[in-house]
């Protein structure tokens, strides 16, 4: 696998404090992990442990307290916030569990609404490619009013897709749809990491969602306290029975 062992995402001491006084919360208290390319890793942990504070951190949608985000070479921290967007938008691919497409677009322009806000022209080649791995070729006119959910996650996985993206930051992108869908989306991601080498980083509560991962972080209390390579299902739910134990959450 192409520069599987270089690493696309650092995180390195990252702190994220919310709040100011006594209403102090440390979502990350010192959370240190390497997220290499071409990979597909689970984020997991209790309710609050700071899954989607890291991600977002990572990702650059939010900004850590203290510590450092390296995507590849380059340190979020040194960038302003134009040309953070400017990075989430060149090197960067999100799909969230709500969908987040643009109701008044149609599904194709909804994909290419990253290359259109970045004025660079969609590889038509890439984005036939996507489609056809969707299945969504007869529906790209319709709004997103007109598809199910499970076809709405399809378009934004694409839509993180289609770009390229160094890396693709998905928060619980299953969570919203039926077994069926779920696999269909868990499958176009695997296949993205597999055939295109992509990095896709994923939150997610659910073990078989997990468990079709490289890899697996868990977190606890705003820390990554462990991992699991190549996880089973229930190898992972193991682990969440064990942590009720160890940390009682
Ligand atoms: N904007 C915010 N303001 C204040 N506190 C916040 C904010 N965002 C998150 N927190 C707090 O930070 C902690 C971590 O939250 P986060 O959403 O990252 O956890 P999580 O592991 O993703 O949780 P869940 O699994 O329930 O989605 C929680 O205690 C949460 O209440």
Same mark, same amino acid.
């Given at each position: $696998?192409? @520069?599987?062992?270089?690493?696309?995402? &650092?995180?390195? !001491? #990252?702190?994220?404090?919310? @709040?100011?006084?006594?209403?102090?919360?440390?979502?990350?208290?010192?959370? %240190?992990?390497? #997220?290499?390319? @071409?990979?597909?890793?689970?984020? $997991?942990?209790?309710?609050?442990?700071?899954?989607?504070?890291?991600?977002?951190?990572?990702? !650059?949608?939010? &900004?850590?307290?203290?510590? /450092?985000?390296?995507?590849?070479?380059?340190?979020?921290?040194?960038? %302003?916030?134009?040309?953070?967007?400017?990075?989430?938008?060149?090197?960067? @691919?999100?799909?969230?569990?709500?969908?987040?497409?643009?109701? /008044?677009? /149609?599904?194709?322009?909804?994909?290419?609404?990253?290359?259109?806000? !970045?004025?660079?022209?969609?590889?038509?080649? &890439?984005?036939?490619? *996507?489609?056809?791995?969707?299945?969504?070729?007869? &529906?790209?006119?319709?709004?997103?009013?007109?598809? %199910?959910?499970?076809?709405?996650?399809?378009?934004?996985?694409?839509?993180?897709?289609?770009?390229?993206?160094?890396? *693709?930051?998905?928060?619980?992108?299953?969570?919203?749809?039926? %077994?069926?869908?779920?696999?269909?989306?868990?499958?176009?991601?695997?296949?993205?990491?597999?055939?295109?080498?992509? /990095?896709?980083?994923?939150?997610?509560?659910?073990?078989?969602?997990?468990? =079709?991962?490289?890899?697996?972080?868990?977190?606890?209390? !705003?820390? $990554?306290?462990?991992?699991? =390579?190549?996880?089973?299902?229930?190898? *992972?739910?193991?682990?969440?029975?064990?942590?009720?134990?160890?940390?009682?959450?």
């Amino acid at each position: $696998m192409v @520069g599987r062992d270089r690493a696309a995402v &650092r995180a390195i !001491g #990252l702190e994220r404090i919310f @709040g100011i006084g006594e209403a102090q919360v440390a979502a990350l208290d010192g959370c %240190s992990l390497e #997220l290499a390319q @071409g990979e597909f890793t689970a984020i $997991m942990g209790p309710s609050g442990s700071g899954k989607s504070t890291l991600l977002h951190c990572l990702a !650059g949608l939010d &900004r850590q307290s203290s510590g /450092t985000v390296l995507l590849g070479e380059t340190d979020l921290a040194e960038l %302003s916030d134009n040309q953070l967007s400017d990075l989430r938008r060149d090197r960067i @691919g999100f799909v969230f569990q709500s969908f987040n497409l643009i109701p /008044t677009l /149609t599904a194709r322009e909804n994909i290419t609404l990253p290359a259109d806000i !970045g004025r660079r022209a969609v590889d038509e080649q &890439r984005f036939a490619e *996507i489609v056809a791995a969707i299945g969504m070729e007869d &529906r790209l006119e319709h709004f997103p009013s007109q598809l %199910s959910g499970g076809q709405q996650q399809r378009i934004a996985c694409a839509r993180a897709l289609v770009t390229r993206p160094e890396v *693709i930051f998905a928060d619980e992108p299953t969570g919203n749809l039926d %077994s069926r869908a779920s696999q269909s989306i868990l499958d176009f991601l695997r296949r993205s990491v597999d055939v295109h080498g992509q /990095t896709v980083v994923m939150v997610t509560h659910d073990p078989l969602a997990a468990s =079709r991962c490289d890899r697996v972080v868990f977190l606890v209390d !705003g820390r $990554m306290v462990d991992e699991l =390579r190549d996880p089973t299902a229930e190898q *992972i739910l193991e682990w969440m029975r064990t942590s009720v134990e160890t940390w009682g959450r």
